[in-house]
């Protein structure tokens, strides 16, 4: 039954990291799923302590934080407004609700909009839209990253059997 359990985690593990580029999932949010599923069907003897649960948690969070904020400061590296950026956030909350297309699209049209109420011209509304899009870019890589580092301290803090 430990074997099912384990091959259980790696495909949990594995949609999880699909998550973290296809944002249709919540990749590290599968990541820490996994762990805390593994944790309570293996027993506590093969398996992680709740202080690294703890940890994966804090890196989900994190993983959250990127992910919202990415936008912002990406529209704001290229010289966004306070509407911009504003814009931008507000387009990816609204842009969740349009799947896939809607979380890319959304913060670049909140950014250009945003810039467009703050009376910029559409070169730089232009320049904060991209500037939000290489932000959600730079987030993704960000949380794929962090993913991987939630995979490997649990195989690491994991008790050998041996």
Excluded: C
Aim: aromatic share 14%; net charge positive.
């Amino acid at each position: 039954m430990e074997l099912f359990w384990w091959l259980f985690t790696i495909v949990l593990f594995a949609v999880g990291l699909i998550g973290t580029i296809a944002p249709v999932l919540p990749g590290t949010t599968i990541i820490l799923a996994a762990a805390i599923i593994h944790r309570l069907t293996v027993g506590a003897e093969k398996s992680v302590g709740w202080k690294t649960i703890v940890v994966l948690a804090l890196l989900t969070l994190l993983s959250y934080v990127f992910d919202f904020l990415g936008s912002y400061f990406g529209a704001k590296y290229f010289g966004a407004t306070k509407w911009g950026a504003f814009g931008a956030i507000v387009g990816a909350l609204i842009g969740l609700f349009f799947g896939v297309i809607g979380l890319f699209v959304g913060p670049v049209i909140g950014a250009v909009a945003g810039e467009f109420i703050a009376g910029k011209r559409m070169i730089d509304a232009g320049r904060a839209g991209w500037g939000s899009l290489l932000g959600n870019i730079g987030a993704m890589v960000a949380k794929l990253i962090i993913a991987l580092a939630m995979i490997t301290i649990f195989l690491v803090a994991v008790p050998s059997p041996f």
